[in-house]
């Protein structure tokens, strides 16, 4: 009987869309999952994958000139850059509003309850809504209201769960980190408050991040985490790595 195999998406911004290439290999390859945890970045590509998007499809659609610009709705708020409506209608498209129950492959999603400080799993109700909480990056995006708890981005609690998949019933994980490497030109408050949380994560990354049976780090630290222009690049080296280390893949979660 094969073992449950477990895929984890982690946190990353415009670096996720590294994400995408991987699970396009994973599909030539024709190697499934049994459960999908996604987090912040990582969520959206965990939802559209369990909904059973075409990953070629979403490519054409996120590569399309200016299309980024068109989802990210100005706020005119203090509690963030972005609104982040727009982007919540489009998850709601794309998976076709579905909820958790209705997902071809069973998908968790975290966020971070900013108020209690807890780390906040979401395996039922609407999956727009938690991929929305889950993308909240403080100071970008305004904060979700969601459930009762005001959420952000799960990252701010772990980049990458993979004890969640764990706690799913996965016996093999193949986790995926998109956040390898600090970015060396800073040209805006956003970016410096950005990279300084990300360094504050990367020590709780250390301690959790050797739970996977396999962890991919594409390279690609030198695109900051809102360079959405760069999104063809990022698909790409996240096709590199997944193609480079198929073989393995294939052996590990066999």
């Known amino acids: 009987m094969n073992p449950i195999r477990g895929l984890v998406l982690g946190a990353g911004g415009a670096r996720g869309f590294a994400h995408l290439g991987i699970l396009q290999v994973l599909e030539e390859k024709k190697i499934s999952m049994d459960v999908v945890v996604g987090c912040s970045a990582g969520a959206i590509f965990g939802a559209l994958l369990c909904s059973g998007m075409d990953l070629y499809r979403i490519e054409r659609l996120l590569t399309y000139p200016g299309f980024a610009k068109k989802i990210l709705d100005p706020a005119v708020s203090k509690a963030g850059l972005i609104k982040g409506d727009r982007i919540l209608e489009v998850i709601r498209l794309l998976t076709k509003d ?6 071809k492959i069973p998908l968790a999603v975290v966020a971070t309850d900013i108020e ?3 780390l906040v799993v979401f395996r039922e109700g609407s999956v727009a809504q938690a991929v929305r909480a889950s993308i909240s990056i403080p100071g970008f995006f305004k904060p979700y209201r969601y459930q009762g708890r005001l959420l952000v981005d799960g990252a701010v609690k772990n980049r990458l769960p993979i004890h969640i998949a764990r706690e799913m019933g996965a016996e093999r994980v193949l986790a995926v980190d998109v956040k390898k490497g600090l970015v060396n030109k800073l040209t805006s408050a956003m970016d410096i408050l950005l ?3 990300e360094i504050l994560e990367e020590e709780v990354f250390q301690a959790r991040c050797h739970g996977a049976d396999l962890l991919i780090q594409p390279d690609i630290g030198h695109i900051g985490s809102f360079h959405f222009d760069r999104a063809e690049e990022a698909i790409q080296l996240g096709r590199a790595v997944a193609l480079a280390k198929s073989s393995e893949i ?3 979660m066999a």
Request: charge should be neutral; aromatic fraction near 6%; hydrophobic fraction near 35%.
């Open 98 to 103: 579905m909820s958790f129950s209705d997902l």
């Open 116 to 118: 209690s400080g807890e």
């Open 195 to 197: 990279q300084s949380i």
């Open 250 to 252: 294939r052996r590990i």
